[in-house]
């Protein structure tokens, strides 16, 4: 069975300043398996930027594999410069996917999830300030 993901990327709290001279411009690249996503970047918004924007992906159910991730990648926006990647965090949404199979739409209202700093790649311990996003899932038949 498929279905629709709506994705609702409402805002981030909290990130780590990356510019020395104004305020930075931040970004979402969102990933689910092999679909790439891209926020619009809220220019000049700094530190608690604001998007309310929606995105939305077909998700296959079940899935080989099994894995239901999606991946937020918060970046800075840089003229000059390669843009600077403030934090990232994985959401599961497996349980949410599995509900709207069994009822046909199920929704996450909005929440808060911890972003957590990346060094050379690599997740560290640190945290980067929150993200909040929604989801629902429909059927399609």
């Known amino acids: 069975m498929s279905g629709l993901l709506e994705i609702m990327l409402v805002d981030a709290q909290g990130l780590p300043e990356s510019d020395v001279v104004g ?6 690249l969102i990933q689910y398996k092999t679909h790439k996503l891209k926020s619009y970047v809220a220019k000049g918004q700094g530190s608690n930027p604001v998007w309310n924007e929606k995105f939305t992906l077909w998700v296959d159910y079940p899935e080989a594999n ?3 991730d999606v991946r937020f990648k918060i970046f800075d926006r840089d003229t000059l410069s390669a843009d600077d990647l403030i934090g990232e965090t994985t959401i599961p949404v497996k349980d ?3 509900l709207g199979v069994e009822k046909g739409k199920a929704t996450a209202e909005p929440r808060k999830y911890s972003v957590f700093e990346s ?3 690599e997740l560290t311990q640190g945290r980067a300030g929150d993200l909040h996003v929604g989801f629902t899932f429909t059927t399609k038949q």
């Open 96 to 98: 949410i996917v599995e």
């Open 119 to 121: 060094k050379n790649g």
């Open 66 to 68: 099994d894995h239901y």
């Open 23 to 28: 305020k930075m411009d931040p970004y979402v």
